[in-house]
């Protein structure tokens, strides 16, 4: 089964996650297969806005493979690690990318969300950062981003407890654009990048990158977040928490935490 699936509908390219049998969740396949499809749409004169979502009605990305990482497997294949997480969090391109939030996005589904322009969410949609539920951090752009898109105080209440929100809460303070039912999710994120489409590319693609401070593919302004973000990762990664986390988590048990 292919990863990720493309396909076009006008000027608009429609963008699949493509592994429901895991939740949609990333491994160097999805990796590869969603960077190279914004790769594409960067390149093509005809692509004008790009939409992403999932397959199935259920989740858009459930986060990393942990089955994956579990067997020592990379999430990013040789020549994509300058992309970032799911080929996608450190990897802007001048296109507009809208998200198609098609149901639960926590952790890494949150961080892709984070990630796009615009965000377009079934109303049966969740998203959150449980990282510290587990022992782990949020260090594909959930920790830097969230405070810059959401206010201060919601954001740090999400990336301290690890609760999720819902798709009204999500709209009420900005990280989501539309909310809609659940069938029509896809249809509204289109209809969303169609009007974008419809205006001039060079103008729109301009303007994106002024309003990032996009700068030959990178977002220098984050340069120091990304480095903090890597070193507090490292930092988590490999503390004796975050190897209790998991196996609570599998063993269905409350995590004993030991601060170390």
Known sequence: MTAVLTERDGHVLIVTLNRPEARNAVNADLTLGLGTA?????????????????????????????????????????????????GMVQHPIAKPVIAAVNGTA?????????????????????????????????????????????????????ILTGEPIDAATALRWGLVNEVVPADQVRDAAVALAQVIAANAPVSVQAS????????????????????????????????????????????????VWKGR
């Open 106 to 158: 926590l952790g890494g589904g949150t961080e892709l969300v984070l990630a796009s322009d615009l965000a377009v969410a079934a109303d049966t949609a969740t998203f959150g950062l449980p990282e510290v539920r587990r022992g782990l951090i949020a260090a594909a752009g959930g920790v830097l981003r969230l405070p810059e898109q959401l206010p201060r105080k919601v954001a740090m209440r999400m």
């Open 38 to 86: 914004l790769e594409q749409a960067d390149q093509d004169i005809d692509i004008r806005a790009v939409v992403l979502t999932g397959s199935g009605d259920q989740t858009f990305c459930a986060g990393a493979d942990l089955k994956a990482i579990s067997r020592g497997e990379s999430l990013n294949p040789p020549g994509t690690e300058t992309w970032g997480f799911a």
């Open 208 to 255: 994106k990158q002024v309003a990032l401070g996009l700068v030959d593919g990178t977002i220098p302004s984050e340069a120091d977040a990304w480095a903090a973000s890597d070193a507090a990762m490292m930092r988590v990664f490999t503390s004796e928490d975050a190897m209790e986390g998991p196996i609570a988590f599998a063993e269905k048990r409350a995590p």
